[in-house]
Nanobody, 115 residues
Framework: QVELVESGGGLVQAGGSLRLSCLASSSIFRISAMAWYRQAPGKQRELVASSTSGGSRNYAESVKGRFTISRDNVKNTVYLQMNSLKREDTAVYYC?????????WGKGTLVTVSS
């Protein structure tokens, strides 16, 4: 059973930065697509950023230029560097691992951006 564990969330002022981490318990990470999603109160879960196993990246328009997804295939970890945070970035952020036959989620980490 592969597990995903997110960390790095917290309270930050608008304009600040945070780096989220997601550790996978299996090296299947290296051949999997990874993504960060978020869900704000009362809203649907949305894709924030994704990375293929080959390293191609995709971002939601709302975070382009501010967030960066990266992965370390030795540490089985995907990161989300979040800069210039805005109040509307407040949400629970979830890590996702996907490959044929697998669609796994972490439990999430809360990011709160205050004004």
């Amino acid at each position: 059973q592969v597990e995903l564990v997110e960390s790095g969330g917290g309270l930050v002022q608008a304009g600040g930065s945070l780096r989220l981490s997601c550790l996978a318990s299996s090296s299947i990470f290296r051949i999997s697509a990874m993504a960060w999603y978020r869900q704000a109160p009362g809203k649907q879960r949305e894709l924030v950023a994704s990375s293929t196993s080959g390293g191609s990246r995709n971002y939601a328009e709302s975070v382009k230029g501010r967030f960066t997804i990266s992965r370390d295939n030795v540490k089985n970890t995907v990161y989300l560097q979040m800069n210039s945070l805005k109040r509307e970035d407040t949400a629970v952020y979830y890590c996702n691992l996907r490959r044929p036959g697998m669609d796994l989620w972490g439990k999430g980490t809360l990011v709160t951006v205050s004004s």
